[in-house]
């Protein structure tokens, strides 16, 4: 049995939200760890990212594949009060 994590993000960086109204509207980006890690391989879709999910998504049940669990790292940053793109990991 072989286990696959495929992931769809935006970018690679989490920002702290900025909850004030002050002049200094900058973010400062909280870096996300980006291994190298051999065998991973970057596709760009040329659908959107709510789209390619979806795809990706349909494309794994298609092949007789379990996805046990599906990560939206979005969500979970809004809950500890930080924002960023879009990112989700398939399990």
């Given at each position: 049995?072989?286990?696959v ?7 690679l960086?989490?920002?702290e939200?900025?909850?004030s109204n002050?002049e ?7 870096t996300?760890s980006?291994?190298n890690v051999?065998k ?13 999910l979806?795809?990706?998504?349909k494309a794994?049940?298609?092949?007789n594949m ?10 979970a940053?809004?809950?500890v009060e ?6 989700a990991?398939?399990?």
């Amino acid at each position: 049995m072989a286990t696959v994590l495929l992931t769809g993000c935006q970018n690679l960086g989490l920002f702290e939200k900025n909850t004030s109204n002050t002049e200094n509207s900058s973010r400062k980006t909280i870096t996300a760890s980006a291994t190298n890690v051999e065998k991973t391989k970057t596709v760009n879709s040329k659908y959107s990212y709510e789209e390619t999910l979806q795809r990706l998504e349909k494309a794994i049940v298609s092949k007789n594949m379990t996805v046990f669990a599906k990560v939206d790292h979005t969500k979970a940053a809004q809950k500890v009060e930080l924002s960023t793109s879009h990112c989700a990991d398939f399990w």
